[in-house]
């Protein structure tokens, strides 16, 4: 047992939430830990996948023990956490693979289940983001945290397993939207933002509100990090991150993202935009208008 986990277990009454996140900062791989305001899905500010992580085991005893705060876990690259919505989602996963459903799983407040597996070799899924009844996430509230709709619960206390992203990807076949199956976004045809002809036929003067509101709601890693958990973003310090367009066939990370003013830019294929025009480009939305209805149906926390 881990020195930091038998220290934990010296004193009974330590808080439980503080026990798990020392047992998630001590899991193999290099999970690590957020804190949430208590009772809720929202990230502590200044705390996200890309940004501020709790890594050590006097930020841990800070916010899970002396703040009490709800907690949540990320998970380390070549790692997923697969969101069940619902019950029969999971139970259909399972069902098809049983073996992959004897990892590390937990039941969520409204019935669903987030199944935690490691890739072999580090590997990632070549999968869409967004699958119907299944979603792939980087980082999701875990037990013991709790929501005025119910607690998060260890269902499957196993180890995390480690498989084959080949048998991963066979195992949410079932999930891919059709027309979707395994296409990766780097296939797809170069597009640029789209662009209202006048605000007439657009809307985008009756959506300006929403738009103002979706674009100030969803800082753009944040919102890569729930749409896009496959694309790999490099760079720390300062204001810019890069990585592959997923708009045309890029080899060279030629996509420019700016965290400060909360744009993007691909300097190969040159569409561009902020996270209205990219959610517009992913679902093929008329204008911007309607794309930012769309994502306003989301919340920041929907990623937990």
């Not at 069940?84 to 669903?112: C, H, I, M, V, W």
């Not at 103002?212 to 890569?224: E, H, Q, R, T």
């Not at 996509?255 to 190969?268: E, G, H, K, M, S």
Request: with cysteine.
């Amino acid at each position: 047992m881990p020195k930091q986990t038998q220290e934990v277990y010296k004193d009974r009454l330590l808080p439980e939430t503080f026990a798990i996140a020392s047992m998630w900062l001590n899991r193999p791989g290099g999970w690590k830990v957020l804190p949430v305001q208590p009772g809720t899905k929202r990230l502590v500010r200044g705390f996200g996948p890309f940004a501020g992580m709790v890594e050590s085991a006097e930020d841990a005893q800070f916010w899970f023990w002396q703040r009490g705060v709800n907690l949540a876990v990320v998970a380390p690259v070549g790692s997923v956490i697969l969101d069940f919505d619902q019950l029969a989602f999971y139970e259909s996963f399972k069902a098809g693979r049983p073996g992959l459903a004897k990892s590390y799983t937990e039941s969520t407040p409204r019935g669903g289940r987030h199944a935690f597996l490691s890739l072999e070799n580090g590997r990632e899924l070549d999968i869409p983001g967004l699958l119907p009844g299944c979603e792939i996430k980087k980082f999701c509230l875990c037990h013991p945290s709790k929501l005025p709709s119910g607690n998060y619960e260890i269902l499957e206390n196993g180890p995390i397993l480690t498989v084959s992203a080949e048998s991963l990807q066979k195992a949410l076949e079932p999930f891919f939207d059709l027309g979707h199956k395994s296409t990766p976004l780097a296939g797809k045809k170069p597009l640029s933002p789209p662009r209202a002809q006048n605000d007439q036929n657009s809307g985008l003067r009756a959506n300006s509100g929403v738009i103002a509101k979706v674009k100030a709601s969803w800082p753009i890693l944040s919102y890569l990090a729930f749409f896009e958990p496959t694309l790999r973003i490099e760079g720390r310090g300062g204001e810019w991150r890069s990585a592959l367009c997923p708009w045309h066939n890029d080899h060279n990370p030629s996509l420019r993202i700016n965290i400060v003013t909360n744009t993007w830019r691909c300097f190969a294929c040159g569409a561009f935009g902020d996270v209205v025009n990219w959610h517009a480009l992913r679902g093929n939305f008329p204008d911007q208008g309607e794309a930012a209805k769309d994502l306003a149906r989301y919340e920041i926390q929907v990623g937990l």
